[in-house]
């Protein structure tokens, strides 16, 4: 059932946040909107780490980071290494892509993942957007770690849905 909802959310039609008071970053040409709840870190590698920071609820864990890849490749030779990657992942046990779309997104071509794996016990759902920018990839991916499986669905759900929105505000410069 979790998985039947959470890919039903994963191929919703693009949304945006209205009811929620917003912070926004813009850099490098790409800009995302998060709720204020929500906090910036400086972490390597990515051009923008955003992840919760004065959660109510201990049941999950949600981090959303922003990568653009340092060499031109096209999105078909970076998509099938970036799934090698994912299986091969050392932490990721039973990693399964359980949706792969590939779409445009604004006038560029993208791929969409819906991964599910463990990491010591702990359900993880992983969504990803690779979008080829100007013969670089850019790689947004969200992963949320559901701490406390027995916990209600419908709060990891809302969880889902908040994610998605938060994606789905991205920008990226013409």
Same mark, same amino acid.
């Given at each position: 059932? @979790? ?7 994963f191929l919703m039609?693009?949304? &945006?946040?209205?009811?929620? %008071?917003? /912070?926004?970053?813009? @850099?490098? +040409?790409?800009? &995302? ?14 051009? &923008?780490? &955003? ?10 864990? !949600?981090?959303? +980071? ?7 490749? !096209? ?24 949706? @792969?779309?590939?779409?445009m997104y604004g006038?560029?071509?993208?791929? @969409?993942?819906?991964? /599910?794996? !463990? ?18 990839i850019i790689l947004? /991916? !969200? ?8 916990? %209600? ?5 809302? #969880? #889902?849905?908040? /994610? %998605? ?10």
């Amino acid at each position: 059932m @979790r998985l039947l909802v959470c890919t039903l959310l994963f191929l919703m039609n693009l949304s &945006i946040i209205h009811s929620q %008071e917003l /912070t926004s970053i813009d @850099r490098n +040409g790409f800009s &995302i909107k998060f709720p204020n709840s929500w906090e910036e870190k400086k972490v390597p590698d990515y051009l &923008i780490y &955003i992840m919760e920071s004065d959660k109510k609820s201990s049941d999950f864990s !949600t981090t959303i +980071g922003i990568q653009e890849t340092k060499e031109d490749e !096209t999105l078909e030779v970076f998509s099938k290494q970036y799934e090698i990657d994912l299986s091969n992942h050392k932490k990721y046990k039973d990693f399964k892509i359980k949706v @792969r779309r590939e779409l445009m997104y604004g006038n560029r071509k993208a791929i @969409r993942y819906f991964c /599910t794996a !463990t990491v010591s016990h702990i359900p993880v759902e992983i969504m990803a957007i690779a979008i080829q920018n100007k013969g670089k990839i850019i790689l947004v /991916t !969200t992963t949320a770690y559901w701490l406390k499986p027995s916990s %209600e669905t419908g709060i990891f759900l809302q #969880l #889902l849905k908040k /994610t %998605e929105k938060i994606l789905n505000s991205i920008e990226i410069e013409q």
